[in-house]
T-cell receptor, first 113, second 111 residues
Framework: SQTIHQWPATLVQPVGSPLSLECTVEGTSNPNLYWYRQAAGRGLQLLFY??????ISSEVPQNLSASRPQDRQFILSSKKLLLSDSGFYLC????????????FGPGTRLTVT | GQQLNQSPQSMFIQEGEDVSMNCTSSSIFNTWLWYKQDPGEGPVLLIA?????ELTSNGRLTAQFGITRKDSFLNISASIPSDVGIYFCAGQTSGTYKYIFGTGTRLKVLA
């Protein structure tokens, strides 16, 4: 069966510091990968998605970037965090075949102080 | 970004009551997904719908893919305290990789 991991689970970082959040998927090949951000009590905002290694589509121009160095690894980064980057970051995957179900990881709670 | 209209925004119900919520879109979707999110956790997929008119159940949950392909409905029968959480719908258009999410329905169950 497929599983998705995210780490760290929680993170407190000062303004101006760098960020690296990691997501890995097990049990499937060539998944589509997604990064979402969720503000407190709000819906899900799609940040980036990737349909293959090195292929990144950005949905919201901002202080973040994403990379996919390996088939089942997706990384969210920032060179300098802003207060507004605080939130709950969710990684998700879906199959690259004709399955359309999307599955989420446990999330990372980021607090920028 | 684009979002689906999901209603109601919140619901307070008594344990044992049935619950209904829906999502509407100005766009046609080929897939509808329904999720439940508990506080501090990632959304969990409840039901996936792939055909207009499709009715699918998962235990006490039943979801329907609207005939117009612009809406979907989720019903929860005989609610229990663990049904508390936020329910999200999501739609996907054929040929795209993106999912459009609803604004969420916050459900609270009073014992």
């Amino acid at each position: 069966s497929q599983t998705i991991h995210q780490w760290p689970a929680t993170l407190v970082q000062p303004v101006g510091s760098p960020l690296s959040l990691e997501c890995t998927v097990e049990g499937t090949s060539n998944p589509n990968l997604y990064w979402y951000r969720q503000a407190a009590g709000r819906g899900l905002q799609l940040l980036f998605y990737s349909v293959g290694i090195g292929q990144i589509s950005s949905e919201v121009p901002q202080n973040l970037s994403a990379s996919r160095p390996q088939d089942r690894q997706f990384i969210l980064s920032s060179k300098k965090l802003l207060l507004s980057d605080s939130g709950f970051y969710l990684c998700a995957w879906s199959g690259s075949d004709l399955t359309y179900e999307q599955y989420f990881g446990p999330g990372t709670r980021l607090t920028v102080t | 970004g684009q979002q689906l209209n999901q209603s109601p925004q919140s619901m307070f119900i008594q344990e044992g009551e049935d619950v209904s919520m829906n999502c509407t879109s100005s766009s046609i979707f080929n897939t509808w997904l329904w999720y439940k999110q508990d506080p501090g956790e990632g959304p969990v997929l409840l039901i996936a719908l792939y055909k207009a008119g499709e009715l699918t159940s998962n235990g006490r949950l039943t979801a329907q893919f609207g005939i117009t392909r612009k809406d979907s409905f989720l019903n929860i029968s005989a609610s229990i305290p663990s049904d508390v959480g936020i329910y999200f719908c999501a739609g996907q258009t054929s040929g795209t990789y993106k999912y459009i999410f609803g604004t969420g329905t916050r459900l609270k169950v009073l014992a």
